[in-house]
T-cell receptor
Framework: GIQVEQSPPDLILQEGANSTLRCNFS?????LQWFHQNPWGQLINLFY???GTKQNGRLSATTVATERYSLLYISSSQTTDSGVYFC???????????FGAGTTVTVRA | SAVISQKPSRDICQRGTSLTIQCQVD?????MFWYRQQPGQSLTLIAT?????????ESGFVIDKFPISRPNLTFSTLTVSNMSPEDSSIYLC?????????????FGPGTRLTVL
């Protein structure tokens, strides 16, 4: 199956800092999603972005499908941004999502 | 998007017992999925549940341990059978919305299971 690698595994930020999370995948995809898992376990949809660039407030994402990677940008981080960020992909001949191991983000006040 | 609810939100169970988790969505959907998230780990797909057909299980998951029902297009259940402490996890259902071009998945709030 498709392989998904996220980096870095852990990220500690001071409030107000910017950061970039990366997701590499091993095959062409028809679905790529970024999620934020809050401390209560709820998965929040951030972006559906199999290609291109999107922005939502302080968050933005870019997927370069031809080079098989996606980036999630967090600007002016806040303590509420803490949690685990997951990248999940489905290959072009499949509908099932494969999740990366996640990036644990801790934002300190 | 979709509004997805799960019951129970959490439970503590004794080993050897079974627990049935319910997933309800506010619109009709074809594809529903069940995932497991073990402590400190990522999400792993257990099975795909389509209405009117048997669930399709991923490698490492079997129907006897995780029977699934899908009686209609808005509801599904997952049973965790003959539980052991290794089954302690968060169990999440998800639905896929869209068509052949756009197909985004949305997740329920999860069921946090502890097996003693």
């Amino acid at each position: 199956g498709i392989q998904v690698e996220q980096s870095p595994p852990d990220l500690i930020l001071q409030e107000g800092a910017n950061s970039t999370l990366r997701c590499n995948f091993s095959d062409s995809v028809n679905n790529l999603q970024w999620f934020h898992q809050n401390p209560w376990g709820q998965l929040i949809n951030l972006f559906y972005i199999p290609s291109g660039t999107k922005q939502n407030g302080r968050l933005s994402a870019t997927t370069v499908a031809t080079e098989r990677y996606s980036l999630l940008y967090i600007s002016s981080s806040q303590t509420t941004d803490s949690g685990v960020y997951f990248c999940a992909v489905a290959s072009s001949n499949d509908y099932k999502l494969s999740f990366g191991a996640g990036t644990t983000v801790t934002v300190r006040a | 998007s979709a509004v997805i609810s799960q019951k129970p939100s959490r439970d503590i169970c004794q080993r050897g017992t079974s627990l049935t988790i319910q997933c309800q969505v506010d619109s009709q959907v074809t594809m529903m999925f069940w995932y497991r998230q073990q402590p400190g780990q990522s999400l792993t797909l257990i099975a795909t549940a389509n209405q009117g057909s048997e669930a399709t299980y991923e490698s490492g998951f079997v129907i006897d341990k995780f029977p699934i029902s899908r009686p209609n297009l808005t509801f599904s259940t997952l049973t965790v059978s003959n539980m052991s402490p290794e089954d302690s996890s968060i169990y999440l259902c998800s639905v896929e919305l869209g068509d052949s071009v756009y197909n985004e998945q949305f997740f329920g709030p999860g069921t946090r299971l502890t097996v003693l």
